[in-house]
């Protein structure tokens, strides 16, 4: 995830694109850069690897560079390393075409080798860089307009993008074309002609200062922008008419999106999360796990994997440890990090270590991929971070794309975590040929309608708001669930405990009876979670058990097993997947849970008490 912004006026644009791109901070920066035109001549480019602050230093807080129009960004590296050369803007030849890019162009390895076939050179190894000489190669061998040169690119480019580009040929200009990637824009027209300014940014906060209504491109649609004037296209290039909207809200909450916390606009980000984690390696027939180096002679070759891992990515193991058993049949032993470290291991050269971390900081794990390491044992990092020290050391990486993860509590980097893991099983299992061809398509096919899954989820948050407020008061509040329904219910506890500070625990629905359900007093909270259809009745015997002890309970099932009702007092229903994917679907309602909890009670969502996001001590 990455924040563009873009002006166009009679004032110097860098520190007005400085001062946007600060705003939109929150939307992750490794890198940033700017590039602006004074009158036609040729842009200058200025970018810096690291914050904000080290462009902002390089430029004189942007006073150092001239001219009145202008585009700017802050990256959080999806493709390539954080550096200065793969920072934006990028340029064609001569600066022909300078643009900036925020969304991931899936297809760019493809349209890379097409341009190069055409004499393209490229200097960096950003999809962005794809997407602007290929700009530029339409606008030289048609001869035609930005306009059209965009609306080809459009149509050769599979992704999402928010873009917005300057040409050689019209000073003064942005042009700009969006596909599921948030854009903006705002006009401030002049008293006079050509005293008017025209701003564009991903996000609202970035222009907030300069004016509070703002126009919405659709997607699919383009835009030029002129000094206090700005038209809208569509993919044919006709011309499409906009309403204004009226931004009431004040710059916090602008950042949030409208939304009342991080993480509830993070819950709300996992449909995209999970997609484009699964656009980068779910095709037709399965999966495809080249990217990551790892070949199926290799994956034939594994004897066991250890999944290594800490907090919430711990959780994602406990899951991946049932679906890569189940589907690939490898060996699976899941680890805390702060465990592994210091454990007399018993590690073999044939062997697999898997680092799971978001931010690929975090102490304890770094430590587990170093001993790994130091053994002679191959690792494979699932990072969010891009260029982070785990991504940077381990011997393959499979990053998610989830985008910067603002609140502590974690929820859509799970989710991204989920898909890596699921992606992992699957990889396996093609290699070693333990699922069948059709096996391996109706599985790509589920994992593809998990984002509208999830959509609908969350459609109905309004029912676990008002039970969570039922139960603000609890003291205790245990989970219970086998297997996959067991390592879901782990997170669910963990999303509960940390943010709404109730006690709370998940215990393997069979290990109840050996001592926990001494706990169980009149009115507790127990929440089964009931997915695998093959243990459904043996976790609802549980929960049976529970509530002849006074335990109160709700339940946690897919549509269609309507019969729980007799037992719970509560159920929330998700829609069927995969048995092997359900843990995707039901966290949401318990991530919910925790959020309307913490609420309820007045907490610090995004920042609870004692907690850090980034665990970089031991
Ligand atoms: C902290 C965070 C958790 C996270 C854990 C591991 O405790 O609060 O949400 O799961 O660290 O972090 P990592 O960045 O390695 O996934």
Redesign the pocket.
């Known amino acids: 995830m990455c924040g563009i912004v873009g002006f166009t006026g009679h004032v110097q644009a860098a520190p007005i694109l400085l001062d946007g791109l600060s705003k939109l901070e929150y939307r992750g920066y490794d890198s940033a850069g700017i590039a602006v035109r004074d009158g036609d001549k040729d842009p200058v480019v200025v970018k810096a690897k690291g914050r904000l602050a080290i462009l902002s230093e390089k430029t004189d807080g942007g006073h150092a560079v001239a001219g009145t129009c202008g585009i700017g960004h802050t990256r959080w590296a999806t493709h390539g390393e954080p550096s200065e050369l793969n920072a934006h803007p990028h340029c064609s030849e001569d600066n022909f075409v300078v643009g900036v890019h925020n969304g991931i162009i899936e297809n760019y390895q493809e349209l890379k080798d097409k341009l190069v076939k055409k004499g393209y050179v490229f200097y960096s190894q950003t999809d962005t860089e794809v997407a602007v000489k290929l700009i530029d190669y339409y606008y030289h061998k048609y001869n035609v307009g930005p306009i059209d040169a965009l609306a080809k690119t459009m149509v050769r480019v599979r992704g999402s993008y928010a873009l917005e580009v300057m040409f050689k040929d019209y000073p003064g200009e942005i042009y700009v074309a969006r596909k599921d990637s948030p854009m903006i824009i705002g006009v401030v027209p002049g008293e006079k002609e050509d005293e008017g300014e025209t701003y564009v940014a991903s996000d609202v906060p970035a222009i907030l200062k300069y004016t509070r209504d703002v126009y919405y491109i659709g997607n699919l649609e383009m835009a030029r922008l002129r000094k206090g004037e700005v038209t809208f296209f569509n993919l044919d290039g006709e011309t499409v008419d906009k309403p204004v909207t009226r931004i009431e809200w004040d710059a916090e909450a602008a950042e949030k999106g409208g939304f009342e916390h991080f993480m509830m606009k993070e819950i709300h980000e996992q449909p995209k999360a999970v997609a484009d984690t699964l656009a980068s390696v779910v095709k037709e027939n399965g999966v495809d796990l080249s990217e990551t180096g790892l070949t199926t002679e290799l994956m034939r070759s594994i004897r066991q994997i250890h999944i290594v ?5 711990y959780h994602v193991g406990a899951v991946g440890q049932y679906v890569i058993e189940d589907l690939a049949r490898v060996p699976v032993r899941v680890e805390l990090a702060s465990e592994f470290r210091y454990r007399n291991l018993l590690l073999d050269p044939d062997d697999l270590v898997v680092v799971i ?3 690929g900081e ?1 102490a304890d ?1 770094l430590a587990a991929l170093r001993e790994a390491k130091g053994r002679g044992v191959r690792t494979l990092a699932i990072v969010n971070v891009v260029g982070s020290s785990i991504a940077r050391e381990a011997d393959h990486i499979f990053y998610t794309l989830a985008g910067p993860e603002i609140a ?3 929820t859509k980097a799970y989710s991204a975590q989920l898909i890596a893991v699921y992606a992992l099983a699957m990889g396996f299992a093609q290699a070693r040929e333990t699922i069948t061809a059709d096996r391996a398509a109706a599985l790509a096919e589920e994992l593809k309608a998990l984002p509208d899954k999830i959509e609908r989820i969350l459609s109905e948050q309004e029912r676990i708001q008002w039970f969570a407020a039922k139960f603000s008061n609890a003291r205790d509040v245990f989970f219970i669930g086998r297997g996959i329904d067991y390592a879901v219910s782990l997170e669910g506890s963990l999303k509960m405990k940390e943010i709404s500070y109730i006690h709370s625990e998940a215990y393997a629905a069979g290990e109840l009876k050996h001592g926990t359900i001494s706990l169980i007093e009149d009115g507790t909270l127990v929440i089964g979670v009931l997915t695998q259809k093959d243990l459904f009745e043996k976790t609802l015997s549980n929960m049976v058990e529970v509530k002849s002890r006074g335990g109160y309970l709700m339940a946690l099932t897919t549509y269609g097993n309507y019969s729980i009702e007799d037992t719970a007092e509560f159920t929330v229903y998700v829609p069927k997947t995969d048995p092997c994917f359900a843990a995707s679907l039901a966290v949401i309602p318990l991530q919910l849970m925790g959020y309307y909890l913490s609420v309820a009670r007045g907490l610090d969502v995004d920042k609870p008490r004692n ?5 970089t001590v031991e």
Do not use: D, E, F
């Open positions: 891992a800490c907090g919430s990515a971390s978001q931010s975090t794990s502590v509590a974690t907690l850090a996001k980034s665990v």
